[in-house]
């Protein structure tokens, strides 16, 4: 049986007690001994690994790769600083795609433009003649669709606001084009029909981006598109990356009727828990939260929003864990989280064992927080969150004083973090995470000392979250470290990260992952 001896003088292992190792031996893609007892073997293939550092390959706990697939044939907005300037970039995206194709993704951000105000179809009119256009904000909680795009899904003034969404309407009652939360789904038929993109190209070209940046391991959080697609690249030998896929609340009869239960699968693809939304995001103002928004006009002041009343999320929350599905639920603002946490309690007094996490949990009362360990809830978190919208937090948030991406309080407390993306919101590189987990400050080092640096965690800390608590969010403890009888995954980068901690942490961001292995088969190697 053929063994292979992986070396490397500095291969950090994740393994408490023992860190760092110099061989790993490898056998049916597992581990089977490090150190000096993997060096003793004798006729095993020998493989030198290049770069600096040898660690675990990552998961990322959060991510939606049918968005990320999509977005890369879309127009990117992104960057764009004003009204004009997204124009401009849609105008010449028109220009050079097929003429009647949708037009779809997009991530504009008007909190970043020179004046911050939601656009309108009119607008969008302009510079999009006779096609659909309906684009996606960078949240992914709000949409800004054209005339033809709400004529077509039939959405009038006398349409009615869906339960958990919103069609925003100017002074004189008529839609604006901007459909917030659940409002948004109306328009879907419009951009999934037969002129869409096939998807499974798209996700094989995400596939080699993921492995690029020393991804091994994902949880996808979108639907079922998306899971047909990776079960067909599995069924042919095209999946090269570890996939847990998430049901959405819409299917979760589906999910139940199929017979799925989290975890059911093998080594490259499993089921993972069902997705439920409690409220929206902080820069749609629908983030759930107990205070108003700094800002509201008098008579109009906003707490944001809960996008599925607590009953019915009860209730689809028991469902769940009766069929066997694991829950991972999206709460962002303080209210969003006490009630999902609320519903979680419940769940534990009536004897449910299933995985629980909370997705984002981006600001919570410090009292909740002992919550979360007492009913063995994991915290699932993007650190890139906090680098793109402290700013944003302080502004519409104030003064108020709550646990902010406090991934030092939830770890002070016992509390489980698994860390993500939440690709495309920010960018899938798991490096970047790592470096707003240590500094909490921008690419440019702003703001100098960290925003709350009180909230810092080191870096030990931030690839555990990465590595061993994403996949323990998805049920996993065969994968994360690299020690006999886990899989061997891991990556080979340019660059000592830990030696970077305390010398130039901004450093981080900039690393590049130079080799990535899957099970002991090469994934990615950079030219």
């Given at each position: ?6 070396r490397?003088e ?6 408490t007690?023992?860190p760092?190792?110099n ?7 597992r ?9 003793d ?16 390959g990552?998961h ?22 004003s ?10 995206h ?26 309108g ?6 510079v ?29 003034r ?43 190209p ?17 949880t ?23 996939v847990?896929t ?34 929206g ?20 002041e ?16 028991r ?13 962002i603002g ?22 629980l ?18 009913l ?25 004083r ?8 939830f ?19 798991p ?47 065969d ?49």
């Amino acid at each position: 049986m053929t063994r292979t001896l992986f070396r490397h003088e500095r291969i950090w292992t994740g393994t408490t007690g023992a860190p760092w190792t110099n061989a790993l031996l490898v056998e049916q893609g597992r581990v089977v001994a490090v150190g000096s007892e993997a060096l003793d073997h004798g006729g095993a293939d020998i493989v030198d690994l290049p770069g600096a550092l040898v660690l675990p390959g990552l998961h990322d706990a959060h991510i939606h790769t049918e968005w990320v697939a999509r977005d890369l044939a879309e127009v990117d907005l992104r960057e764009a600083r004003s009204l004009e300037e997204a124009l401009g970039l849609i105008r010449d995206h028109v220009a050079s795609t097929p003429a009647g194709r949708p037009l779809s993704s997009g991530r504009w951000n008007s909190n970043r433009w020179d004046v911050p105000a939601q656009p309108g179809r009119q607008a969008l009119d302009s510079v999009t003649g006779d096609r659909v256009a309906v684009l996606d904000s960078v949240d992914g909680h709000t949409v800004w669709a054209n005339s033809l795009a709400l004529e077509r899904a039939g959405i009038t003034r006398d349409t009615p606001d869906p339960v958990g969404g919103e069609i925003v309407r100017d002074a004189d009652g008529e839609p604006t084009g901007i459909l917030r939360e659940s409002a948004q789904r109306l328009l879907d038929p419009l951009i999934e029909g037969p002129d869409a993109e096939p998807l499974r190209p798209l996700l094989e070209r995400c596939q080699d981006w993921l492995l690029s940046v020393g991804l091994t391991s994902i949880t996808d959080i979108d639907g079922e598109d998306a899971r047909a697609a990776y079960l067909a690249m599995h069924e042919d030998g095209g999946l090269r990356l570890r996939v847990t896929t998430c049901v959405r609340d819409p299917d979760l009869e589906l999910a139940i009727s199929e017979g799925r239960r989290s975890g059911q699968g093998d080594d490259l693809f499993r089921v993972g828990p069902v997705k439920f939304f409690s409220d929206g995001a902080l820069g749609s103002h629908t983030a759930h939260m107990t205070e108003p928004y700094v800002g509201g006009a008098p008579g109009h002041e906003s707490c944001g929003m809960a996008v599925t009343p607590y009953p019915v999320l009860l209730e689809r929350i028991r469902m769940s864990l009766d069929g066997g599905l694991d829950v991972a639920t999206h709460a962002i603002g303080d209210e969003a989280n006490r009630l999902v946490l609320d519903a979680f309690g419940v769940m534990r007094t009536e004897g449910h064992r299933g995985i629980l996490r909370i997705e984002h949990a981006q600001h919570v009362r410090t009292v909740d927080i002992p919550r979360f360990r007492t009913l063995d809830v994991i915290a699932s978190m993007q650190p890139s969150h906090c680098t793109a919208d402290h700013e944003l937090a302080d502004e519409i948030i104030g003064p108020r004083r709550l646990a902010s991406y406090a991934w030092r309080s939830f770890l002070d407390a016992g509390v489980r973090l698994a860390f993500g993306s939440d690709a495309p919101v920010e960018d899938p590189n798991p490096f970047f995470g790592l470096h707003a987990a240590v500094t909490r400050r921008r690419a440019d080092g702003h703001p100098l000392g960290g925003w709350r640096p009180e909230e810092r965690i080191t870096l030990d800390e931030a690839v555990r979250a990465h590595t061993v608590g994403a996949h323990e969010a998805v049920g996993r403890t065969d994968v994360g470290r690299l020690e006999p009888g886990q899989l061997a995954d891991f990556v080979s980068i340019d660059r000592d990260i830990w030696a970077l901690e305390d010398s130039d942490p901004m450093a981080i961001r900039d690393t590049a992952v130079v080799q990535t292995w899957v099970g002991a088969e090469l994934a990615f190697e950079r030219d």
